[in-house]
């Protein structure tokens, strides 16, 4: 009995001086990562210093400080203003800025809606920004986009990458030419500081928002004054004129918190201001509205008798109470306000792992009727808001139920580490959307499809052969390959195949023994070490803020992903699916050898549909590919 006891006693000890280990082990990741996520923090915070700096400095005319933002070659991009594309030095781009924009009395940017992620020594960020350029009481105003590359050097961050994407502009097109006039000609305007006058009224203005005071506000106005929003989207005035319009509109506002950060500039006219500004709005309902601006005011006789708001629409429209987003996603396809389509935040689980979806219902919608439901997925590293929402949406119009939702350390979805692209993972998480939407109690079980687009087209292709509750097998503009033809691919890589598996296989033991994994740019036209090296625009789908880049997307790519990448097979799985699949792909797509290899293995009914007018990244999201790569699928479908 008593070595019974002894030995026992020696096991609990063993035991516990093993928890014990865990325990420090597991301590000391958990400090490694909070390590990381500060370092990163750090970097973020100055890629954001050289971004203001940059256009603050440009706004400053401070050219030298300007120049020091960027690296010896930088690659500028502005062919959607008329200009050019290729590399410059620094000296080159500032002679071109400092040809025209010194013509103008004042240029203000407000640059907003930052998203920065940086990998080892590289980053990418996007941005939208409002550029009013002031000349001669009149302005022209340009609402872009940025999408930025840098490269750390000398333990510093440089701008090496600027290309810019026009969404909208109002104004005097023609000041630009009598800028570069007063350039030429040596006609300098001055950069005026604003009168005491003129500023004290526009601060009143603010003042009289933040306090949530409208006869305060009222009181700044002149009876006859014209408020106009050049840039407000459908469903919102574009001018408000005289003051009882005013009051009307503003009175609606005085419920909501609201605090304004703002920097007033003057022009050659007196009575006329500049005002960069952002605002911090709580709605009554508890709702965050938090808007960039550009303002131009105008006073006389103490009052303000005309301003100019320009604001990001695309805010108002995600943020406002009583208005819908124009789509569904980030792009122009999507479902309009007029279609009637829900969406739904929803969550599911996936081996103890919560993941975030959208959950998108038919127009009309019947809570007694069933209908037929299809899971959406994307492309590798993609997110929901990409091209899942995009086909989701589209597919709800037409009278489906639709799942979109991120994978397992992707987007909104809980997971460590992040942005791990691993077949297993996302297979399993498919299965568990499988599981979350038959529980729906609109969902016809049998008449539930699995739709990948890319490269999740062989992760669908897997879990549908795995799950026979998915009835049919939809893939469009289908990234499949094999290791054979991962390895044609990618041996052209610096290092090739053996060196990424390698990489790989590094990365995954560090992040075992520290918590750390090692990430490169997911997306990058300067970076070949980067997961899709598209240099000059060859492919900007993923850094496009006018496509699919933004804060919803996280441009990291996990260094031990390219494992499970260069060894995943998504073409043999073919003679293992026994459900109807349809294909919709182009010739000018992503491998289509491999989607044809994969189709001549289908046992059962197939059908492929060829849209060789448009290639893999008009699939993804421009109006005409999707709509008619939806035509299909839906008229297939519905069959």
């Given at each position: ?5 002894t030995?026992?006693?020696i ?5 516990a001086?093993?928890n ?7 301590t ?5 990562m909070?390590t990381a ?12 210093a050289?971004?203001n700096?940059?256009f ?10 300007v120049?020091?933002t ?6 500028t991009d502005?062919t959607a203003?008329?200009g ?12 071109g ?10 240029t ?6 930052k998203?920065?992620w ?6 990418t960020a996007?941005?939208?920004a ?26 510093a961050?440089k ?7 026009l ?12 800028a570069?006039?007063n350039?030429?000609?040596n006609q300098?305007?001055e950069?005026k500081s ?5 500023q ?12 949530q005071?409208?006869e ?12 106009k ?17 005013m009051?009307?509109?503003y ?7 609201q ?10 006219d ?11 709005i709580?709605t ?8 960039a ?9 103490g009052?303000?008798t ?5 604001f990001?629409?695309n805010?108002l429209?995600?943020?406002w109470?009583?208005?819908q987003p ?5 792009h122009a396809?999507g479902?309009?306000?007029d ?6 935040e929803v969550?599911f689980s996936?081996n ?8 998108f ?23 929901k808001?990409?091209?899942p ?9 037409d ?5 979109t939702f991120d994978?397992t350390?992707f ?5 460590q ?7 297993n993972?996302k297979i399993?998480d ?5 599981d979350y ?6 969902v016809?079980?049998e008449?539930?499809s699995?739709?990948g ?7 669908m292709a897997?879990?549908?052969a ?7 097998l ?10 054979e033809?991962?390895?044609m691919i ?8 053996a ?15 520290t ?16 997961a ?19 804060p919803?997307?996280?441009?990291r ?7 499970p990448w260069?060894?995943?097979d998504g073409?043999?799985v073919?003679?293992d699916i026994s ?8 010739e000018s ?6 989607t ?9 009914e197939?059908?492929i ?10 699939l ?9 790569a939806m ?9």
């Amino acid at each position: 009995m008593k070595k019974v006891i002894t030995t026992a006693a020696i096991a609990l000890g063993l035991i516990a001086c093993i928890n014990e280990t865990k325990k420090e082990v597991s301590t000391e990741k958990e400090t490694a990562m909070t390590t990381a996520q500060t370092a990163t923090a750090i970097e973020t915070s100055q890629i954001d210093a050289v971004i203001n700096t940059l256009f603050n400095g440009v706004d400053q005319r401070d050219w030298e400080v300007v120049k020091k933002t960027m690296a010896d070659s930088v690659y500028t991009d502005y062919t959607a203003l008329g200009g050019d594309s290729g590399f410059k030095t620094p000296d080159e781009i500032l002679t071109g800025w400092k040809a025209l924009l010194p013509g103008f009395e004042r240029t203000v940017h407000k640059v907003h809606n930052k998203a920065i992620w940086v990998a080892g020594n590289r980053a990418t960020a996007t941005m939208d920004a409002i550029a009013t350029h002031f000349l001669n009481n009149d302005q022209w105003t340009v609402f872009v986009g940025y999408d930025t590359e840098y490269i750390k050097e000398n333990d510093a961050w440089k701008i090496a990458r600027i290309d810019l994407s026009l969404y909208d502009q109002n104004g005097n097109t023609a000041l630009p030419l009598a800028a570069l006039k007063n350039v030429e000609n040596n006609q300098i305007p001055e950069l005026k500081s604003a009168t005491n006058e003129t500023q004290t009224v526009v601060e009143a203005f603010f003042s009289a928002l933040e306090n949530q005071n409208l006869e305060d506000l009222l009181a700044t106005l002149d009876s006859n004054v014209v408020q106009k929003m050049p840039l407000a989207p459908t469903n919102f005035p574009k001018e408000l004129v005289g003051i009882e319009v005013m009051k009307k509109q503003y009175a609606g506002v005085m419920d909501y918190t609201q605090s304004y950060q703002r920097e007033v500039f003057g022009t050659a006219d007196p009575n006329t201001v500049l005002v960069k500004f952002e605002g911090t709005i709580t709605t009554s309902e508890g709702k965050p509205y938090n808007n960039a601006y550009v303002g131009i005011y105008t006073v006389n006789d103490g009052k303000i008798t005309a301003f100019v708001e320009q604001f990001n629409p695309n805010i108002l429209l995600n943020g406002w109470p009583g208005l819908q987003p124009e789509t569904y996603s980030v792009h122009a396809a999507g479902a309009r306000t007029d279609s009637g389509v829900i969406q739904e935040e929803v969550a599911f689980s996936s081996n103890g792992v919560l993941l975030k979806g959208h959950l998108f219902l038919p127009p009309n919608f019947d809570a007694a009727k069933k209908y037929p439901a299809a899971i959406v997925t994307g492309s590798w590293t993609s997110v929901k808001e990409q091209m899942p929402d995009e086909y989701a949406s589209v597919m709800a119009k037409d009278g489906f139920i639709t799942l979109t939702f991120d994978f397992t350390g992707f987007g909104e979805s809980e997971g460590q580490p992040r942005q791990v692209e691993d077949y297993n993972l996302k297979i399993d998480d498919i299965k568990a959307a499988v599981d979350y939407l038959i529980q729906h109690n609109n969902v016809d079980e049998e008449n539930l499809s699995g739709l990948g687009v890319c490269a999740s087209s062989g992760y669908m292709a897997h879990a549908t052969a795995q799950d026979k509750r998915i009835k049919r097998l939809v893939l469009v503009a289908p990234w499949l390959h094999n290791p054979e033809i991962a390895k044609m691919i990618y041996d052209s890589r610096p290092g090739g195949t053996a060196g990424l598996l390698q990489a790989a296989k590094d990365a995954k033991v560090n992040y075992a023994e520290t918590g750390q994994m090692a990430y490169v740019l997911a997306a990058s036209e300067l970076d070949p070490l980067s997961a899709m090296y598209v240099p000059q625009n060859a492919f900007d789908y993923y850094l496009n803020p006018s496509k699919a880049a933004g804060p919803k997307y996280d441009n990291r790519f996990a260094i031990g992903s390219w494992e499970p990448w260069l060894t995943f097979d998504g073409i043999s799985v073919g003679k293992d699916i026994s459900q109807p699949v349809f294909i919709v792909h182009s010739e000018s797509g992503a491998v289509p050898q491999g989607t044809k290899d994969f189709y001549g293995l289908l046992p059962g009914e197939k059908d492929i549909k060829w849209l060789n007018d448009y290639n893999q990244q008009q699939l993804y999201f421009e109006t005409d590919a999707v709509n008619a790569a939806m035509g299909e699928v839906v008229a297939y479908l519905k069959k």
